[in-house]
């Protein structure tokens, strides 16, 4: 066996076609929607459609008359069940706990957002269900509303709640405050930066959707959701909102359209629809349309920061200090808190020595949509804005841009930084080097001339970045306010005959994981990989999970799964040295066979399981059959880093930016499928370009969302993007048995900056230093007329 | 309730609809062909784009009376048996696809692209797919696939 499990049957490392495409490609995929139970109703969700309100009456009578109408319930009718929960206790500076909520399933009192649901209608037809939910009279009392983090800190700002002065959720902090002024204070130079960190919408192109089931035979409740975690929704929707156990409720997260951070969270609509499933003993369907995802999923980002570096005289950054307002929405979702904090601010060494940090952050709210997760969730606003910092650096110096990286690069592992983590391994100037060279970063002059010939100004950006996938080591999370364990569940069956199912408690929703992980149990078990199917999705088949976040399905779940392999193979060796007349200590497995030392005697694993299940020569006192579970726990988190390099030209004329190209050299750790991990990558960079570029979540002053569907808020469409320079250097992770770390979000987080620097050093002989994202057409026109302007 | 008939994937299929049902709703709801998707409400993702009287048609922005007496193939009518259409079987050879969501709106646009330009270039293909979102690919390997399906359906490069 080579190390890392490999028993060199060539699956790991192979560009396996994937085997869920066949039924996507057919239209035979199997999502939420596409799903129907015999005698299902379907629900409309009345929503609000202001801001901020106290509720009056809420007169549902012409509703409930209307055709088809089956119930129509209200806040009211559900107010005696808990409150949608959040999955982290942040506290404060000075100790105390985060102001925290209750968040009902419908509206009690008071609405707080446009899109907060007030009523469910329950109909024979959808259309029915939408046109009685029009009857609805609702009497909004108006409030004034805070839609921004800079209204809602602003002193006498209205209240999102009456608990949270100041509109304050939290005031936290990490790092060594006095170290790092201090730091500063002495520092040669020092270099600041105000950034706003855009909100954005997640925009998975399936819609959400839900149908809720109650079998009265049984007392089960069935959910089925777009969820990227369904034993949390279980744990959440079971253990905290309607109070049912968990052998009486199933969680089916079939086929999901796509994830991107926002079906993450536990939503009040799969409470709403598996209690009204039980209140009419009937299936109900809701399927979210376009306008109401708007308004309804999580949304990310949303941070205002500004930050201080300083620098000694030879460029080596001595103390870094930011400060951050979050805005979490109106109510806490599932990882809301932890998203600007834990995932956010011990990011912030990045890949460099900075040796006193400083990080502290208001969670603020506001009367928008909940902030949630988002592709990369607090690492791509971390990462941006540290890599803007040393660009300005850079700038401020007269030091060169890779230089000046390259000078505070981190060189020796494992590397605890001032905030936190603990880097156990990496290699940046190796990603560095190879970023440069794939670029040919140092012919970019001589593009930028000809480019200038043409009348267009061309720039070139680079990040170099780090981040925190994996996640996460129970005990170090539930030390920092985690209310749930990180680990992974990961279950082998092999059948008599030698096929074999794999049971995941993370969830696939086009990361390939069928894909994946069969190559890992086909490899090390020395089966055939068209003999392993991976299934996931359903609280009932699988012993338990935590789900598909953080870059962690592969090196938690995907450990938790060999871990289960391993069971598998030392059991098996066992049922092999009985049938082989030698000792357990002698037997080698390799290739799928059980092998006496030093001779050709032999079992195959089939062969074995065979035998497991026909225990007629068994060992004594061992358990027939052949399946066994593994539930993992990381030790650390996972550190992929690496370097991405974009290119611009800007039309000086209109503002309009070309993104040329993007490179990436990324440091994933060990590649499982190669052909999968590269469309990951080009997913986050899409993304990434996404927030540099193009994507914008607005609201107006009242909370009404300006930006509500795809005719206004800017999706990356194919013409927007180039094609993807993408290069590998792997270090392996050293604390898990594959050496795996994650690829997920790296795009994300890498690539927006990169991007922005591109731009800026496009405009910079124009005397332009800064552009917020998105950096639009508009923007950089005004940009260019400003500084136009000033000389 | 006004009666629609057409010829879905070769087989003639009749049904009662609502003068408001769109033509996704018709293929989804009454006939159970759950392939083609709805991904949004403006008409701009493609999710649902199915083939009608063989050009590419955005089926959430066309009334299923509209398409009475029409052919419709959807994506379930693309593959002979096991065998693949060469579109289908380029996305599956070049990674295009992720979570599958857009797939099916994607395919159909990207044949008819090639019915229409049989020897598109990487430029084409990204003009002609703005009306196609995906959020998962960034489009690199969708590209790389409906150019290397052309080529494969009969196309020059």
Redo the contacts between chains.
């Keep these: 066996m080579s190390d890392n499990g490999s028993n060199g049957t060539g699956f790991i490392g192979a560009s396996l076609?994937?085997k869920?495409?066949?039924?996507?490609?057919?239209?035979?995929?199997?999502?939420t929607?596409?799903i129907n139970l015999p005698g299902q109703l379907y629900a409309h969700l009345l929503r609000s459609t202001v801001a901020h309100a106290s509720l009056g009456s809420v007169d549902t009578s012409a509703a409930k008359a209307a055709p088809g109408v089956h119930a129509v319930f209200t806040g009211a009718d559900m107010e005696h069940v808990g409150g949608v929960p959040t999955g982290w206790l942040i506290h404060s500076k000075d100790g105390s706990p985060m102001v925290e909520p209750k968040h009902p399933a419908m509206a009690v009192g008071k609405v707080r957002h446009v899109g907060e649901i007030v009523a469910i209608v329950v109909a024979e037809t959808r259309?029915q269900a939408r046109e009685a939910a029009a009857l609805i009279d609702v009497d909004y009392q108006d409030l004034p509303a805070v839609a921004s983090l800079e209204a809602a800190r602003a002193d006498g700002a209205p209240k999102v709640w009456d608990e949270a002065d100041g509109n304050l959720c939290y005031d936290w902090e990490v790092g060594d405050r006095a170290a790092a002024e201090a730091a500063i204070d002495g520092a040669a130079h020092v270099v600041s930066i105000d950034v706003v960190n855009q909100r954005l919408v997640p925009?998975?192109?399936?819609?959400r959707a839900a149908i809720g089931n109650f079998d009265p035979t049984t007392d089960e409740y069935t959910l089925y959701t777009t969820s990227q975690n369904p034993h949390l929704i279980r744990l959440l929707l079971g253990a905290f909102v309607l109070g049912l156990p968990e052998h009486k409720l199933r969680i089916v997260a079939p086929?999901?359209?796509?994830g991107?951070g926002s079906k993450i969270p536990h939503y009040a609509e799969e409470a709403i629809l598996t209690w009204t499933a039980g209140q009419l003993c009937r299936p109900v369907k809701w399927t979210s349309?376009?306008?109401e995802a708007f308004v309804s999923d999580t949304q990310g980002r949303d941070h205002l920061s500004t930050a201080t570096l300083g620098l000694d005289q030879d460029g080596r950054f001595v103390g870094l200090k930011v400060s951050t307002k979050a805005n979490l929405g109106a109510y806490l979702s599932t990882f809301a808190t932890c998203v600007p904090t834990y995932l956010y601010g011990i990011l912030f060494a990045g890949p460099y020595t900075t040796p006193a940090i400083y990080v502290e952050v208001e969670g603020v709210f506001t009367n928008t949509v909940p902030v949630d997760a988002l592709r990369g969730a607090g690492r791509p606003e971390a990462t941006y804005l540290l890599e803007r910092l040393v660009d300005k650096a850079a700038a401020a110096t007269g030091i060169d841009r890779v230089d000046i990286r390259r000078r505070n690069f981190i060189r020796e592992f494992p590397y605890q930084t001032p905030v936190a983590l603990q880097y156990d391994q990496g290699d940046y100037d190796a990603t560095l080097d190879l970023a440069l060279s794939a670029a040919d970063w140092d012919g970019f002059e001589a593009r930028r001339s000809e480019a200038g010939s043409r009348g267009k100004l061309r720039g070139i950006g680079i990040s170099t970045f780090i981040e925190a996938c994996g996640i996460a080591p129970s005990a170090v999370v539930g030390s920092l306010g985690a209310r749930a364990g990180l680990y992974e569940v990961g279950s082998v069956r092999v059948h008599p005959t030698g096929s074999v199912s794999v049971f995941t408690g993370t969830h696939s929703?086009?990361?390939?994981h069928e894909t994946t992980f069969a190559q890992i149990v086909a490899e090390t078990l020395g089966v055939d990989f068209e003999a392993v199917d991976v299934v996931h999705g359903d609280t009932n088949a699988i012993p338990f999970g935590m789900g598909t976040y953080g870059s962690r399905s592969l090196a938690v779940g995907g450990t938790a799964i060999y871990n289960a392999v391993q069971k598998v193979i030392a059991k098996g060796r066992k049922i092999a040295a009985h049938l082989l007349e030698a000792s357990e200590e002698d037997i080698e497995f390799a290739d799928g066979n059980f092998t006496v030392a030093g001779t050709d005697r032999s079992k195959s694993i089939g062969e074995v399981a065979l035998t497991a299940y026909v225990p007629h020569n068994y060992p004594e006192g061992l358990e027939p059959g052949l399946e066994e579970t593994a539930f993992y726990d990381p030790l650390n988190f996972t550190f992929p880093a690496g370097t991405h390099i974009a290119e611009v030209e800007v039309d000086p004329e209109t503002g309009v930016v070309e993104l040329v190209s993007v490179t990436g050299a990324d440091d994933v750790g060990r590649i499982i499928n190669p052909?999968?991990v590269?469309?990951q990558l080009?997913?986050?960079?899409?993304?990434g370009i996404g927030q540099a570029l193009l994507e914008h979540c607005e609201y107006d002053a009242e909370g009404q969302l300006v930006t509500g569907?795809?005719?206004n808020y800017t999706?990356?469409?194919?013409?927007d993007?180039p094609?993807?320079n993408i290069n590998h250097n792997t270090t392996h992770c050293t604390h898990n048995p594959l050496g795996v770390k994650g690829v997920g979000e790296v795009?994300s987080i890498g690539v927006p900056p990169a991007v922005i620097n591109a731009v800026v050093d496009a405009l910079s002989p124009l005397g332009v230093t800064h552009i917020e994202m998105p950096a639009t057409s508009e923007r950089v026109w005004q940009a260019i007329q400003a500084a136009q302007a000033q000389d | 309730m006004p009666a629609v008939t057409m010829k879905v994937n070769g087989v003639s299929r009749s049904a009662e609809v609502?003068g408001?049902t769109l033509l996704v709703d018709f293929l989804?709801e009454k006939l159970a062909?759950?392939?083609?998707?709805?991904?949004?409400?403006?008409s701009?993702?493609g999710?649902c784009v199915v083939h009608v009287n063989g050009q590419s048609v955005k089926s959430c922005t066309c009334l299923a009376v509209d398409a009475d007496g029409a052919e419709v193939t959807?994506?379930?009518g693309?593959?002979n048996g096991a065998d693949?259409h060469p579109m289908?079987e380029a996305?599956?050879?070049h990674?295009g696809?992720?979570?599958?969501?857009?797939?099916?709106g994607m395919?159909m646009s990207a044949i008819d692209l090639v019915n229409n330009n049989p020897d598109p270039g990487?430029a084409d293909?990204?003009?002609w797919?703005?009306g196609?979102?995906?959020?998962?690919?960034?489009?690199?390997?969708?590209?790389k696939s409906v150019l290397a399906g052309a080529s494969a359906m009969g196309g020059g490069s």
Excluded at chain 1, 682 to 687: D, E, Y
């Design positions: 076609k994937r869920e495409d066949a039924r996507f490609l057919t239209g035979r995929g199997r999502y929607d596409d259309d925009n998975a192109i399936e819609p086929d999901v359209g796509g991107f349309d376009r306008s929703h086009g990361q390939g052909m999968i590269n469309g080009h997913g986050g960079l899409a993304h569907s795809y005719m999706m990356p469409r194919a013409g993007l094609n993807f795009g | 609502e408001r989804r062909l759950t392939g083609t998707h709805v991904g949004c409400d403006t701009q993702c999710a959807t994506i379930e693309l593959a693949l289908q996305f599956r050879e990674h696809l992720q979570c599958g969501f857009c797939t099916p395919v990487e293909v990204r003009q797919l703005d196609n979102f995906c959020r998962c690919t960034g489009y690199h390997n969708i590209v």
